[in-house]
C-alpha cells in the first residue's frame, strides 16, 4: 500500500520525548553508570544504555541489570536499583540534554495549524514535567501523560487513547509522531495515524523497519503534511 505524503483532518498531534524532541542519552548514561557505580558494577557505554531506552524505567534499570546478573539476582536486586536510579536521575535531569533541530519550530507550526498537542512518553510523569519546563517545551502541549500516568504504557494504546478522549476526537484526527517501534505499535492499535523521525533510539533497530505511515527528517517535516 502506498504510504500518505500528507494528513488532513487533522485536529491533534501526539508527540513522544525521548529520542524525538530530546536527545536525552548522555542523561540516560550518567543516572545508569551511577547506579551501577553503587552496585560496584562497571560502566557501561552510552551506545550499550540508549538501546535500552524507549519502554519505561523498569525495562531499562531490568535491561542493565542483566548485563552481570542473572534473571534470580536481576529480580532481587531490583527495587534498590530502580529507587537508586530514579534518585540519580532526578538529581541529572536536563543537566546534558540537548532539543533536536527544528522541534520549537514544528510544535510552533502545529499550534499554528490549530492542532492540540499531547506529549506521551514513558519517561515516568515526575522526570518528564521537569524536563519539558526546563527546556521550554511544556507550553506547547495540553496535555503531559508518563509512562506511569496509566496501569499500561506504550506499547500499549491507553494513554493514547486517553488522549483522544480528552481531546474528544475520533483517531483518524491524530497523527503520533515518535522515534521507536514501541510509538508506532501504540498508534496502530490505537487507530490513528503514526510518523517517525529517523535520529532517536529505535531500540538498535532501523526505523526503516517500523510499520508507520512514513518517515519525516523533524518534527517541522512533519508540521508541513499536516493540516486541519
Ligand atoms: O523509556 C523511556 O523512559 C523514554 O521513552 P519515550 O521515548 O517514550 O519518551
Ligand atoms: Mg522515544
Not at 499554528?112 to 521550554?136: D, Y
Amino acid at each position: 500500500m502506498t504510504k500518505p505524503t500528507r494528513f488532513t483532518d487533522i485536529a491533534a498531534a501526539i508527540i513522544d520525548l525521548d529520542g524525538t524532541m530530546l536527545d536525552t542519552a548522555p542523561d540516560f548514561h550518567a543516572a545508569v553508570n551511577r547506579m551501577r557505580a553503587d552496585f560496584d558494577l562497571t560502566p557501561l557505554t552510552q551506545a550499550t544504555i540508549i538501546n535500552f531506552v524507549g519502554k519505561g524505567s523498569e525495562h531499562l534499570i531490568r535491561r542493565v541489570l542483566s548485563v552481570d546478573y542473572n534473571a534470580t539476582q536481576v529480580e532481587h536486586h531490583f527495587e534498590t536499583a530502580l529507587t537508586s536510579y530514579q534518585r540519580h536521575y532526578l538529581d541529572i535531569n536536563g543537566a546534558h540534554v540537548t532539543i533536536y533541530p527544528d522541534v520549537c519550530e514544528g510544535l510552533q507550526a502545529l499550534r499554528e495549524k490549530g492542532l492540540r498537542l499531547a506529549c506521551v512518553t514513558n519517561k515516568p510523569i515526575a522526570f518528564a514535567l521537569p524536563l519539558l519546563e526546563k527546556t521550554g517545551l511544556r507550553d506547547f502541549f495540553t496535555l503531559v501523560y508518563g509512562g506511569d500516568s496509566f496501569p499500561r504504557k506504550k506499547p500499549d494504546p491507553m494513554p493514547l487513547l486517553q488522549v483522544f478522549r480528552e481531546f474528544n476526537v475520533a483517531p483518524s484526527q491524530v497523527v503520533a509522531i515518535g522515534d521507536s517501534s514501541n510509538d508506532a505499535i501504540a498508534a496502530r492499535a490505537a487507530g490513528c495515524w503514526v510518523l517517525n523521525v529517523p535520529y532517536g533510539y529505535n531500540h538498535g533497530e532501523s526505523v526503516q523497519n517500523i510499520d508507520s505511515d512514513g518517515i519525516v527528517t523533524s518534527l517541522l517535516d512533519a508540521a508541513n503534511r499536516i493540516s486541519p
